[in-house]
């Protein structure tokens, strides 16, 4: 069974479509099975977990005043055909990121623009109640260009479905926020954790294990490791490292990182240097780097993992194509 892979282009009209592909785990190949243009600027795409849902976000434009929308799809057949179940306001501009909890009765957005979270119970069906809880962050940070204002980056539902965390960049904070699952509701969690400051934190993931989480920090181009407590929802930060070679002069901004299922190597991107940072895990969670390989197109913006594990899918947003590498199993490394 060739697995589906779901690709979003945001624009209007015929340029902009969510595209389904197949994806041949063997040969590293795509190949388009359909495309559904009847949707406006589709952006960050989520999938749940049984396979059957998609989530989107639709925005008006990227960056404007309007909010965004988050829309569900029933995916009909092993074609990835989508039927439109209903819609959704996001309660905020530039909404930028989706997750679907684990049991499916969750979907959590975070709005970039005007910083805020919320989150949405899902009918039996997947569709989408109106939002159970919306926050919207406080505070700014040291860099005056992009840290006037909060600006939510993620918002992650953790393994266990307990916790929702949000990497909020315009802040330098990892809020957390404790998820009840019956009503979807959200209750903030006292104390954020901190990055360093002016890092501008971005995405963040949590390690197979589920005792770490890796923060993406877009700003100052580094990973950042925490410990995780699965009792409290409590991050201790213990490493950062570079994405970036050390002798690079040039501007360069992170995007997405990806952890391998089985919990061994994690990958980051750099747009700008547009390569791909790739890291070794130690039992005790601590990253090394292996290498810094080129994306192969301007603006690596998402990663995604497939294959259990053999092959890493690099989606260049400028640069306008998908890139996909084979990764040894051993090393790491990508080819």
Known sequence: EKPLVFISSFATGEAGAIHAFRLDVERGTLAAVNQW????????LALSVDGNRLYSIHAPQFGGPDHSDVAAYTILDANGKLELLNRQTALGTTACYL?????????????????????????????????ATFVQHQGMSVNPTR??????????ISPDNRFVFSA????????????TKRTSELTRLESPAATAPGA??????????????YVINELLNTVSLFDYDAATGKLNKQQT????PEDFKGTSHTADLKITPDGKFLYGTNRGHDSIACFRLSADGRLSKIAIVPSLGKGPQNLAIAG???LLI????????????????????LT
Not at 105 to 121: C, D, E, I, K, M
Not at 168 to 179: A, C, E, K, S, V
Not at 320 to 325: E, G, Q
């Open 37 to 44: 243009t009847d949707v406006e600027n589709p952006f960050f």
């Open 99 to 131: 997750d679907v909890s684990a049991s499916g009765r969750t979907v959590v957005v975070a709005n970039y623009g005007s910083g805020s979270v919320a989150s949405f119970p899902v009918n039996r069906d997947g569709s989408l109640k109106p939002a």
């Open 147 to 156: 840290q006037q204002a909060p600006h939510a980056h993620c918002f992650v």
């Open 168 to 179: 909020d960049l315009g802040t330098d904070q990892i809020m957390g926020y404790r998820l």
């Open 200 to 213: 501008g934190p971005r995405h963040l993931t949590f390690h197979p294990s589920g005792k770490y989480v």
């Open 241 to 244: 490292i570079a994405t970036l």
């Open 308 to 310: 259990a594990g053999q």
């Open 314 to 333: 690099c989606a260049n947003m400028p640069g306008n194509n998908v890139a996909i590498f084979k990764i040894d199993s051993e090393t790491g490394s």
